[in-house]
C-alpha cells in the first residue's frame, strides 16, 4: 500500500493525505502474487499482513524491552462501570453550519474562515466510546519506554497507551466516578482531559475532523457544539458559552507509570476497529526542523515551530509560562512564577516520541513532564536533580526523593503528593498561538 506522509518527512506522499492514515484510509493496494493486503513492517517496510497479525503476536512477555510488534498481547480484561452520556438535543448543529453560521446560534468564540479540514469527515477517526481495560501486569505488548497518557482521578488510575491514541484521538470513559474525554492530538502532541458534565448534560465528544491552529477540534454528539481540545472551550454552538472543568494527565513511559500504579488499568487494543497498533501513522513529524500541518499563523521566533514545551497556564487563565523541554531535560527541574505562584516543573527519562519512527515505542526518549506548586503542607521545597544519579529529584529541606507525579517516593516527606497543575506538552507554534502572550522560564 502507499505510505502516508508530511510536509518534509522521509517519505513519500503530499502532505494533505497523513491525516486519512490514521482514519484507516489508503488508495487501492497493488496486488501481491498471491492477492494478500500489505502492511507496514516494524522498519517501516511493506510486509504481508498474512505474516503479521497486530495484537496477536508472540515473543519476549517481559514487557521491559523490546517492539510492540514483537511481544505478547494477552490482556486480563477488567470490568469498568460508565457513567451514560445524555440524548441528543433538538438544537442547530455546529457541525453542520460553522461554513455559513446562523442567527439561532451563540456568536462563534473565533473567526470560523481559520477552520481546516485535517481530510477525514466527522467521526473518520473514530473515537473509544466503550473502552475495554487490563490490569497493568498483563500489558505485556508495551515495552518500557512505551508511552502512555497516565491520569489519576480519587484514586482510580488509568493508562491510555498512544499506540492507541494516536489513531482514535478521543476517548469518552469513565474515571474515579467522573465522565472525562481522554485527548491526544498527534498534530500538536498534547493530552487533554476535560469533565464531561456540561450544564446538567452528561456531553460524549467525537473527532470533527476539523483543525483549529493546527489542533483537534472536537465536537459533543449531544448538541454538536464544536470545541477546541487544546483550549478545552466552545468554538461555535449551543454550547457557545459552556466551560469545561480540566484534570491534570501527562505522557509518561509505561514502566514509569506502572511502578507507581501496580494497581491501575491500562486501556486494551480491544476497540472495535481494525487499525495497526504500535504502528505510527506520523513518522518523523516532531522533526524540529519540520512545520506543522495546516498551521498558518505566525510563529514566534525565538524557537522553531516544533520545538518541543511543556505549558501551563493560571488557573484564572491569566497568566501563562512555557519550559522549554531541552532546557528542562538538562536540569531535570525547573521553576518559574505562575499568577504569583512558584511552580516546578520536573523531568525523568524512560518515555518516547509518540510521533518518530514507525514503531510507536521505538521513538527518541523524549521524557516525562509534571508541573507542580512547589510546596507541601505550607512548606516551600527547593527541587534538584540527585548529583549521582539525575533521574532521581529531591527537595533541599527533607532530602525526600520525589517521582514525575509529584509524589514523595522516600525520606522525610514519603507519601506526600505536591498539588499537580494541568500542563501540556505541545509544540511552540500550538502554544504560541493559543497563549501569544505566556512567559518562558529560564
Known sequence: MWVW????????????????????????????????SAALGDDGAV??????????????????????????YAPEVVATEAIESSARE?????????????????????????????????????????????TADSATHLAAEAPVLALEIDGDARAYPLEVMVWHEIVNDTVGGVPVAVAYCPLCNSVTVHDRRVEGRV?????????????????????????????????????????????PATIVGFAEWRAANRDGLVLTRETGESRQYGVNPYPGYDDVNSDPF?????????YTAMTRMVGVESADGADALAFPLLELQESGVSTGSLGGDDVVAFWVPGAASAL????????????ATGVFVAEVDGQELTFSNDPADPTVILDAETGSTWNVFGEATSGELAGAQLEQLVHIDTFWFAWNAFHPDSAVAG
Open 5 to 36: 506522509s508530511i510536509m518534509r518527512m522521509r517519505l513519500v506522499l503530499p502532505a494533505a493525505a497523513v491525516v486519512l492514515a490514521a482514519c484507516g484510509t489508503t488508495t487501492d493496494d497493488e496486488a501481491d502474487g498471491d492477492g494478500a
Open 47 to 72: 510486509v504481508d499482513e498474512a505474516d503479521q497479525e497486530t495484537g496477536e503476536e508472540t515473543g519476549d512477555e517481559s514487557g521491559e524491552a523490546g517492539s510492540a510488534a514483537t511481544l505478547v
Open 90 to 134: 433538538a438544537v442547530p448543529s455546529g457541525l453542520e453550519t460553522f461554513r455559513d453560521p446562523i442567527a439561532e446560534l451563540p456568536e462563534p468564540a473565533i473567526d470560523l474562515s481559520r477552520l481546516r479540514s485535517g481530510g477525514p469527515p466527522p467521526d473518520g477517526i473514530p473515537s473509544i466510546d466503550d473502552p475495554v481495560f487490563q
Open 203 to 247: 456531553l460524549d465528544f467525537g473527532v470533527s475532523g476539523l483543525l483549529y491552529n493546527s489542533s483537534l477540534v472536537m465536537y459533543d454528539r449531544q448538541t454538536e457544539t464544536l470545541w477546541s481540545h487544546f483550549a478545552g472551550r466552545p468554538l461555535y454552538g449551543e454550547l457557545g458559552g459552556a466551560e469545561l472543568v480540566d484534570y
Open 294 to 302: 495546516l498551521f498558518e499563523g505566525e510563529v514566534d521566533g525565538r
Open 356 to 367: 518518530d519512527t514507525f514503531d510507536v515505542a521505538d521513538g527518541v526518549d523524549v521524557g
